[in-house]
């Protein structure tokens, strides 16, 4: 069993940057591919970006390449998501989530249902404001 705690979420102008951190419970952490989604009001849940169990290979949804970075630490069973350039469409509930049967991070792209990967968490919200 894996828990997942998000952090970091909150309110931020435009332009404006927050990290996203994700904790995970248990002693597997690293056999786990990892990705974050998120969910705006309204919207269906939408995958964000992933990373490969080692942090090597990374692979990010197009609207959000060059301005997020998706990375792992595993001595610490943590991922993060570094957000910056931050527009009002990345409002959301972000989530992350863990996923052991991935092959490469490009895996997790379409795996934004709930019953897609192994485990969720709670979700952390951020807001950008215009």
């Known amino acids: 069993q894996v828990q997942l705690v998000e952090s970091g979420g909150g309110l931020v102008q435009a332009g404006g940057s927050l990290r996203l951190s994700c904790a995970a419970s248990?002693?597997?952490?690293?056999?786990?591919?990892m990705g974050w989604f998120r969910q705006a009001p309204g919207k269906e849940r939408e995958f964000v970006a992933a990373?490969?169990?080692?942090?090597?290979?990374?692979y990010y949804v197009d609207s959000v390449k060059g301005r997020f970075t998706i990375s792992r630490d595993n001595a610490k069973n943590t991922v993060y998501l570094q957000m910056n350039s931050l527009k009002p469409d990345d409002t959301a509930v972000y989530y992350c989530?863990?996923?052991?049967?991935?092959?490469?991070?490009?895996?997790?792209?379409?795996?934004?249902?709930?019953?897609?990967?192994?485990?969720w968490g709670k979700g952390t919200l951020v807001t950008v404001s215009s």
């Open positions: 989530a863990a996923d052991h049967t991935a092959m490469a991070p490009r895996d997790i792209a379409t795996k934004a249902g709930l019953y897609d990967m192994d485990y």
């Open positions: 248990g002693r597997t952490f690293s056999s786990y591919a």
């Open positions: 990373i490969s169990r080692s942090g090597g290979i990374t």
